[in-house]
């Protein structure tokens, strides 16, 4: 039988063991958050690039071969792919997939710029956006 101090003793360790599951689980919310933003961060990245770039590949396939012109200024010259309408589908899916997701991810960075400034309070979105009072 345990006595009255022991079984109190084994209270205490198991909310202290409770107490140190829950602090870690805050740390690995936190480290998942981190890798959230990192991955959104880099999504953007890569799609900034291959969206335009899908663009240039689905118009350089179009088998309406028409040119590409820059704001007027020139014709920007096409991709040597060929022009068929099977091709220009395949493109454009891929096209249509990749301007999407960059939608979605839009949506998180957002979701997650408004938790900083709700949630956390931590000043995050004041730093972000340009036109922003600064305290301190």
């Given amino acids: 039988a345990i006595d009255g101090a022991g079984a109190e003793t084994g209270r205490l360790q198991g909310v202290l063991h409770l107490a140190d599951l829950v602090g870690r689980g805050v740390g690995l919310a936190h480290d998942f958050a ?3 933003a990192r991955l959104t961060h880099i999504g953007f990245y890569a799609l900034t690039l ?3 770039l899908l663009g240039w590949a689905l118009v350089s396939a179009s088998p309406l071969d ?4 820059w704001f007027g ?3 920007w010259p096409q991709l040597p792919l060929d022009n068929s309408k099977p091709v220009a589908d395949q493109i454009s899916e891929l096209h249509e997939i990749a301007a999407f997701t960059m939608l979605g991810l839009l949506a998180l960075h957002v979701a997650g710029a408004l938790k900083h400034q709700w949630v956390d309070r931590d000043g995050v ?3 972000m956006l340009p036109f922003a009072r600064r305290t301190g």
């Fill in 34 to 36: 981190l890798f959230l």
């Fill in 50 to 52: 291959f969206v335009p």
């Fill in 66 to 69: 028409f040119p590409i012109s």
């Fill in 73 to 75: 200024l020139f014709d």
């Fill in 125 to 127: 979105l004041g730093r």
